[in-house]
Structure formats: C-alpha cells, structure tokens
C-alpha cells in the first residue's frame, strides 16, 4: 500500500432533515444537463501543507466558483479563517463536513487578505503556525458579508443531498452552476495517483472506509466520461485537478452536497 495520507477528514455525520435530496422541486432551474461544464474558481487550488483543513479548503473553493459565476465579486476567500470556524478554534486536527458547511452559513467566510495575516514571507503552502492564527475583527465583519445559505426565507432547500442520485442529476447541478463539495472514501488508487503524478483515477484498488478525504467536483465532461475535481493535497507531483470516472463515483462518494446559493452584503 501506498503512503498513507491525513488529508482532514472525518466521517460526515447525517445531514440535517432539512436538507433536501435533488429533484425538481429543489433547483430554480430546469437545464437538461450539458456535455460538458467547467465551473471552476477562478483562483487555483490552496495547498493545505501540514494543516487538515480539506474540508475547508472544499467549501472555499465552492463558494469561490459560486461567486464568480452568478455574484462577480472578486476575491480569494479564506480557507484558514473557515477551518479555524470549522473547528471551533480548537486544535488542529480532522474536521466534520456536515459541521464545516454549517458554520459556513453561520460564520461566512471573510478574504484571504483578512486572516491570516499578510506578511512578506507568507508561505503558499500552508503551514500549521498560519492555522493557529486567530481572526481579528476586521476578518469577522468581512466574513459576516459572505455568508453560504442553505434555505431561503420561503423554506426552499438550497443545501442539496446529491448522495445516491444518477449521474445525470449531479451534470445538471454542475450544468446550473452549482458546485458540489464531495467527500471521498481514501483508495489506493488516490495515493498511486497523486505519487505518479497521473490526472485519471482509473484503478481504485483497495478502499479504506474510515479514511476521507474532501474535494470538490467544478465539472464534467461527457466524452470522457469523468467528473472533474479540484483537490488541495498538492505536495509533490500530485494534481490541483484531476479526474473521477463516472463509474468510480458511487463507490468512493461517502457524501455529496450542491452549493446552490451564497449571500453577500454590500460594504457598510
């Protein structure tokens, strides 16, 4: 077996009742899904370094594409200042999902220029004295302008349970615009995959149920027939992006959850 990675991770737990599974009556849209999406942020993956913040790094990401695609406001948000959220300003270590996007509702997600501190010898890579940095105030108003939504005022679902649906339902989301934040069961093909620096997971070999790693899934393409993922495990020769088969989605998706709608206040 491969290196053994701690990506940050832990089991999701249930989501909320609330918490809608796709159909035609969650979405705002009706948009047969396309052959092709590419939804992206329009900022690079982050490498998470020494600091398990995935999960973050995921939520981030997603909230980036979301607001570039239908919101234009421009810039890198924090991964940092959601994983310190997300943890509740406890130690460094593996996060919950399910806990992580609700503090991304209750807490927003401020700049990257906010938290942590800029200084001209700030690292690209994170490291674990960056994660242990604490946000001031002025990181917590601009967080407070940013915040993911999960329902609207009417009680329509904006947080979707994807988990389990048809391929097709996940190309729709993407189709629309909406990323989807998806934690996956640790193969060995992922460890083969990253080490050998390949872009496909082809070969999943043995599954490891009680390890997970979270990403996000920016777009699909059907004539390869392959979901695209963005990661933030990037040491090495390992990918920003890479490529999950659609027959290897069932398998290793432990949990998949479609960004629909953020809110964003003007500056006061």
């Known amino acids: 077996m491969a290196e053994r ?4 991770a832990l089991r999701p737990t249930p989501l909320p009742r609330r918490v809608k599974k ?18 992206r942020s329009p900022y690079a993956p982050r490498d998470q370094g020494d600091v398990p913040c995935c999960v973050s790094h995921a939520i981030t990401f997603a909230v980036e594409a979301l607001i570039a695609r239908h919101g ?3 810039g890198r ?4 200042y959601q994983y310190f959220h997300a943890r509740a300003g406890g130690s460094i270590g593996p996060i919950d999902p399910t806990s992580a996007m609700a503090t991304a509702a209750s807490d927003g997600i401020c700049l990257d220029e906010y938290h942590p501190v800029v200084t001209a010898s700030r690292p690209e890579r994170f490291t674990i004295p960056m994660a242990q940095e604490s946000p001031d105030n002025s990181a917590d108003m601009d967080a407070g302008r940013r915040r993911f939504l999960t329902r609207q005022p009417s009680g329509r679902s904006l947080l979707i349970d994807l988990q389990g649906s048809p391929a097709a339902d996940w190309k729709s989301a993407l189709t629309a615009g909406f990323p989807i934040v998806c934690t996956l069961k640790f193969c060995d093909g992922y460890d083969r995959m990253r080490l050998d620096g390949t872009v496909t997971l082809e070969n999943i070999g043995l599954i490891h149920p009680a390890a997970f790693h979270t990403v996000v899934i920016c777009g699909h ?8 993922i963005a990661d933030s495990y990037l040491s090495g020769s390992a990918p920003k992006f890479w490529n999950l088969p659609y027959t290897n989605t069932d398998t290793l998706t432990e949990q998949a959850m479609c960004l629909e709608a953020f809110q964003r206040l003007p500056n006061t």
Request: glycine content about 8%.
């Open 5 to 8: 990675f701690n990506t940050g």
């Open 77 to 80: 948000l924090s991964v940092l």
């Open 221 to 228: 393409d059907d004539a390869a027939r392959h979901f695209i």
């Open 72 to 74: 234009g406001e421009s």
């Open 22 to 39: 796709f159909g035609a009556e969650t979405f705002n849209f009706s948009i047969p899904p396309a052959a092709r999406s590419d939804i």
